[in-house]
């Protein structure tokens, strides 16, 4: 979107989790700093929401076709097959201004008017904790001197301690049945749930001081729409999917969502792709969010288990894990974000890597002053590995590869984004020698150096056919 040198100005990387037992005793600690930038980027961070939507709100502005109607509300909706006839109210006068559209995005959140008025079902995954989240500032006289980030893996009142930016903490604390919920969000309650873990931040914190600018119950939930979309209207972020927030996943899932949708879309609204091509989008998303969904439950079941034996099972395994950290495959951090079904090649050249997210260089790496990901930019690209100088006038000629509309790159060793070695060890590793990337840089499909031209107009012209049947 442009804003990555404004964002990583608001925010902390995580450079691991500690995962502690009930008495304060470090059952694990996973470091992150060793891993891999799989997207080039850090995997995790922590910012301050408000910060960022400003941000948002800011590059938005600048885009004469956005209009602004802030102040009113969608209050009602009509999904025909080929438009949508719309009434937005302003809160203020009551006044109702009629619309109609081709396309209706919903991105109303958890409680969407657009969900709820075409009558679109979720899927209950049956998660539903009670937690009171808390933001807290520590008091400007106190340094924190950890910026370590913790689970408090304690059974009888699960805890998760994290420092986001600046003097900002988040706690979250688990709801016992016995609570006495007039009192859940009360701030001497609040106090008294964080005396035991303030001085992790710093010993000498008073438990009184600092200032607790919000506290309020929630309820996590694992919910998914049954359809991302009705006829001209789609769903995304909260508004079709709630994530438990242990892996931090929910806004991050509804960024994803917005990504797949619009390059389709685009395609569409030009011409260039059949209209049935959106139907992917419920395809692809179901998924992935599917699978997000699952895994943060899980990780929210080691975490918040309030079940004594559980507890005991949990730490005897994080016991074996320190010793062994091969045991830790069970408990993943980084996630190919891989889907089986929709625009991908699964009948010409099956791969693994087939529908993952392509590799990213060090973000450092540029060239023609552009990071990788904005360099082949946001439509489909052919990305050919070769050492092959005469390859590049086979490329240029074929007419099947005319479909990229020059938008075809050959990487031979010494290209720069080869130089950090990902890419490198990706292809030898997956034995690929050509690749087509989506224009959300997921995988359509790829080849090995066999017949390599072939291949590759083999598989260009099963993608057009599959973007306009």
Not at 206 to 221: A, E, P
Not at 262 to 275: A, E, I
Not at 368 to 383: G, M, P, R, T, V
Not at 442 to 463: A, V
Request: net charge negative.
């Amino acid at each position: 979107m442009g804003i990555f040198d404004e964002v990583e100005k608001i925010i902390d990387p995580i450079k691991g989790v500690n995962f502690l037992n009930r008495n304060g005793k470090t059952l694990l600690s996973v470091g992150f700093e060793d891993h891999p930038k799989l997207n080039g980027y850090y995997e995790g961070v922590m910012f301050n929401q408000p910060k960022f939507e400003s941000i948002l709100r800011h590059r938005a502005q600048k885009y004469e076709n956005i209009e602004f109607k802030l102040g009113s509300s969608l209050s009602n909706l009509e999904a025909l097959e080929n438009h949508n006839n719309l009434e937005v109210t302003n809160q203020e006068t009551h006044e109702i201004t009629p619309y109609t559209s081709t396309y209706v995005i919903g991105a109303d959140g958890a409680d969407s008017f657009v969900r709820k008025h075409l009558g679109i079902k979720m899927h209950d995954y049956g998660c539903d904790q009670d937690w009171v989240v808390v933001d807290y500032l520590v008091d400007d006289k106190y340094e924190i001197l950890d910026k370590a980030r913790y689970q408090i893996c304690d059974y009888k009142r699960p805890t998760t301690l994290l420092p986001i930016t600046d003097n900002h903490i988040r706690w979250e604390f688990k709801i016992n049945p016995s609570d006495d919920v007039a009192q859940l969000e009360a701030e001497d309650n609040i106090r008294e749930w964080m005396k035991p873990h303030l001085w992790r931040i710093n010993p000498k914190i008073d438990v009184n001081s600092g200032k607790i600018i919000r506290s309020s119950k929630y309820t996590f939930h694992g919910l998914l729409v049954e359809n991302f979309k009705l006829n001209n209207c789609f769903l995304i972020g909260d508004a079709a999917h709630q994530t438990p927030p242990f892996l931090g996943q929910g806004l991050c899932q509804g960024i994803k969502d917005s990504y797949n949708l619009c390059w389709k879309l685009d395609g569409v609204r030009n011409g260039l792709f059949n209209p049935m091509v959106l139907n992917s989008y419920d395809i692809e998303r179901q998924e992935i969010n599917d699978f997000m969904i699952r895994t943060a439950m899980k990780q929210g079941e080691v975490i918040g288990s309030q079940d004594r034996f559980k507890s005991f099972m949990r730490d005897t395994f994080f016991a074996i894990a320190k010793k062994f950290p091969a045991a830790l495959s069970a408990l993943k951090f980084q996630y190919s974000w891989k889907f089986n079904n929709g625009i991908i090649d699964k009948d010409l050249y099956p791969n693994n890597v087939n529908g993952v997210i392509i590799p990213q260089p060090d973000i450092n790496i540029k060239v023609e002053n552009k990071k990788f990901d904005q360099y082949i930019n946001d439509s489909f690209a052919l990305i050919v590995f070769s050492n092959e100088e005469s390859l590049k006038q086979k490329l240029s000629i074929s007419h099947p590869l005319k479909f990229f509309n020059e938008n075809i790159h050959v990487f031979d060793t010494n290209h720069p984004f080869m130089s950090d070695g990902k890419l490198l060890k990706w292809i030898n590793d997956n034995q690929i020698s050509a690749v087509i990337v989506r224009p959300d840089k997921h995988i359509y499909g790829c080849c090995d150096k066999e017949n390599l031209l072939f291949k590759m107009e083999k598989l260009t012209e099963q993608l057009q056919n599959e973007l306009s049947k």
